[in-house]
């Protein structure tokens, strides 16, 4: 049995990306690219990444082609996208980056709701 190397990152910069493809082309390793609702612009929420779930993609794609990484070894990951407050703002907040992340070709989504709610 063979094993590989699976590669979780964040990164918020093309450089960042760059290092990320250029270690895994040399540890032959699939990766998952993230993206948290605390880095995430959406709507009225401003992330700290200053990048839409679109833009993280297209950034994450475009540092794959001039890196040459293969399509089929890495995928986009929306992460932390959790209500912890029973407010109509947080569950609107959570659908809105559910979506964008979703029509941005993510094929992962990680969402729960926290807490006790009334």
Known sequence: MSSRTLLAANPRTPFAAKGIFK???ECDAFVIFELALSQ?????????SGLT???FAEMIHRE???MGFPPDRYSLHS???NVDEDTPEAIQLAKE??????EAGYT???SRRLGSFK
């Open 97 to 102: 980056m559910i979506k964008a992340s979703v």
């Open 79 to 81: 992460d932390h996208i």
């Open 40 to 48: 995430m612009v959406v709507g009225k929420h401003q992330g700290y």
């Open 53 to 55: 779930a679109q833009e």
């Open 108 to 110: 992962f989504i990680y």
């Open 64 to 66: 794959a082609r001039e």
């Open 23 to 25: 270690a895994a082309l």
